[in-house]
């Protein structure tokens, strides 16, 4: 069974940093585009960052320049390099991924919660 475990959430003062990641495990053939949303109380959920296969991006507007996301195929990892950190940045983070495990099927991790504030 395919499970996505979180890593990296915290307490963090603003302007600091955090780095998210998120390990997928079990039967895994390949995994096609992942990625990072957001739900802060009150909110929906919004996509953060998502990346390709092939390595393409995408960011949400409001954090664009500050929050870099990327992959290691070899670990069937995901991480989220986030600087410049905002109280509005305040949120449980889910990573997802989109896995070929004999079907295609999206799998959401159990959330990590960031809290900017000082």
């Known amino acids: 069974q395919v499970q996505l475990v979180e890593s990296g959430g915290g307490l963090v003062q603003p302007g600091g940093s955090l780095r998210l990641s998120c390990a997928a495990t079990?039967?895994?053939?390949?995994?096609?585009?992942t990625g990072w949303h957001r739900q802060a109380p009150g909110k929906q959920r919004e996509l953060v960052a998502a990346?390709?296969?092939?390595?393409?991006?995408d960011y949400a507007d409001s954090v664009k320049g500050r929050f870099t996301i990327s992959r290691d195929n070899a670990k069937n990892t995901v991480y989220l390099e986030m600087n410049s950190l905002k109280p509005e940045d305040t949120a449980v983070y889910y990573c997802?991924?989109?896995?070929?495990?004999?079907?295609?099927?999206?799998?959401w991790g159990q959330g990590t919660q960031v809290t900017v504030s000082s």
């Open positions: 079990g039967s895994i053939l390949s995994i096609l585009s």
């Open positions: 997802y991924a989109m896995i070929r495990d004999g079907g295609l099927r999206a799998y």
């Open positions: 990346i390709t296969s092939s390595g393409s991006t």
